[in-house]
């Protein structure tokens, strides 16, 4: 009796925090969301950086995808601009009004009591306004975003290194290299913290009292997943329907969580059910529908 008791604790405290993204994993991608910043940060090059316009969307396509997102990639290779500015001109534009009230979201997130915490690259005002479009500003517990991860003052990129200078003299070349498999290996690093890298990661470990073993974590992309669980994560990549390595659960939909995950609700319910709990914990859950 003792050992079930002890077993039935340990399955309740399991999992003790969900990690989420924000965007592209709380609202779909058929917003149409990401587009209009893709169009933005492409407009913020042109008419800000000065970078011409037919090459402004390859660079930045290849930045998001080396860096995680196109600000850290831009500031890697020798622009610098303020974090504010860019934020209001890429962010700020966004047609907000696309975002509806999720209840069903909402209703998955308050029967869940366990602690969910927001992990987003974006600035602390896109994901307040996010959140409350969405209906979901007092679903979480706390909010790790840009600025926690980068307090002001600390990102201002230093061009002391003769490597960076050289490779900020020649930051348009980055196009012609896109095509190298190595094409990281090659940057220089960006001073910026973010998603998929291991800092951003331990950070907000460290900031949120988050254990990794405990945590389930939900994003759109694929690298951050892929870190996460390198990081120790239990990992749900959202808005995609194939397995991919690194990713525990896959979604179509984060509505669909419950489906993939019901030993979350059934754990923190009656007792009784945990049996049912044991049956299926174990298994690797697709949800496609
Ligand atoms: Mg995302």
């Known amino acids: 009796m003792a050992y079930e008791d002890q077993y039935q604790q340990s399955l309740l405290l399991k999992y003790d925090t969900l990690l989420f993204d924000v965007d592209d994993t709380l609202y779909p991608l058929s917003t149409g969301f990401s587009k209009e910043c893709a169009k933005n940060i492409e407009e913020y090059m042109v008419q800000k950086l000065g970078i011409p316009e037919n090459k402004a969307s390859q660079l930045n396509q290849e930045l998001y995808k080396s860096y995680g997102t196109s600000m850290a990639g831009l500031k890697a290779i020798g622009y610098d601009f303020d974090n504010d500015e860019y934020h209001s001109f890429v962010h700020g534009r966004l047609p907000y009004e696309k975002l509806k009230p999720d209840h069903v979201l909402r209703s998955l997130l308050l029967s869940l009591p366990v602690r969910k915490v927001i992990f987003s690259n974006a600035d602390k005002a896109h994901v307040a306004k996010t959140l409350s479009k969405l209906g979901l500003e007092d679903c979480f517990e706390r909010i790790i975003c840009f600025e926690t991860l980068n307090p002001s003052g600390k990102t201002s990129t230093s061009f002391d290194d003769k490597n960076e200078l050289q490779l900020g003299s020649e930051m348009l070349e980055i196009s012609d290299h896109s095509c190298q498999s190595d094409i990281g290996s090659i940057l220089p690093k960006t001073p910026i913290v973010c998603k998929p890298f291991e800092n951003a990661f331990e950070q907000a470990f460290k900031l949120a009292n988050i254990n990794p073993q405990r945590t389930i974590f939900f994003d759109d992309s694929i690298r951050n997943i892929q870190t996460g669980k390198q990081m120790g994560l239990r990992t749900v990549l959202v808005g995609k329907s194939n397995r991919i390595s690194g990713a525990d659960y896959v979604l179509d939909s984060i509505h669909n969580m419950k489906e ?6 059934e754990a923190n319910s009656k007792k009784s ?17």
Not at 260 to 265: I, K, N, R, V, Y
Not at 273 to 289: F, L, P, R
């Open 260 to 265: 993939a995950l019901p030993e979350l609700w």
């Open 273 to 289: 059910e945990t049996t049912k709990y044991i049956a299926s914990v174990s298994i690797e859950t697709s949800v496609t529908a």
